[in-house]
């Protein structure tokens, strides 16, 4: 099993930037890459998914959550997909939206609520986001080799 590297955010625009880093270090990884993001509402998961869009220089206002579109597809080098399970009640609406076309592709994908998904195998990053207080967040990252990390 991968070391877990956790890193404690006091804000917003920390939280951004620890997914702006994140980003970086996932758009020199083998492709297809999948990172799946684990939290409960308001713990942060879209706000890091604008630090890793800024990476790819995606404007944050074009980057909110996905819950209404499932899937937002942006064209950057390698193409990034923001995907929102939210709304998706079983496995049957997964396999209905093609979830497992985007991640065959050649991209990086990053997806939100990923329990629905149950145990999935061929992930890259697994993040999880636990709200310590209105402002802190801890956020567990596997997957992302700790010498990265700290360069």
């Given at each position: 099993m991968a070391d877990i590297i956790t890193i404690l955010s006091n804000s917003v625009s920390e939280t951004m930037s620890i997914g702006f880093k994140i980003g970086k270090i996932l758009k020199n990884k083998r492709l297809p890459v999948i990172?799946?993001?684990?939290?409960?509402?308001?713990?942060?998961?879209?706000?890091?998914?604008?630090?890793?869009g800024k990476a790819f220089d995606i404007?944050?206002?074009?980057?909110?959550?996905?819950?209404?579109?499932?899937?937002?597809?942006?064209?950057?080098v390698p193409p990034l997909f923001h995907i929102d399970?939210?709304?998706?009640?079983?496995?049957?609406?997964i396999d209905d939206m093609g979830l497992w076309d985007y991640l065959s592709v050649d991209s990086i994908c990053v997806i939100e609520w990923a329990e629905r998904l149950g145990n999935i195998d061929g992930w890259t990053v697994r993040i999880s986001i636990v709200e310590t207080d209105e402002e802190c967040r801890e956020i567990n990252i596997e997957g992302i080799d700790e010498k990265d990390w700290f360069i």
């Open positions: 990172a799946l993001l684990y939290g409960d509402i308001g713990a942060g998961k879209t706000t890091l998914i604008k630090g890793i404007d944050e206002r074009e980057i909110g959550s996905a819950s209404f579109v499932i899937v937002s597809v942006y064209e950057t399970l939210y709304r998706l009640n079983d496995g049957a609406d």
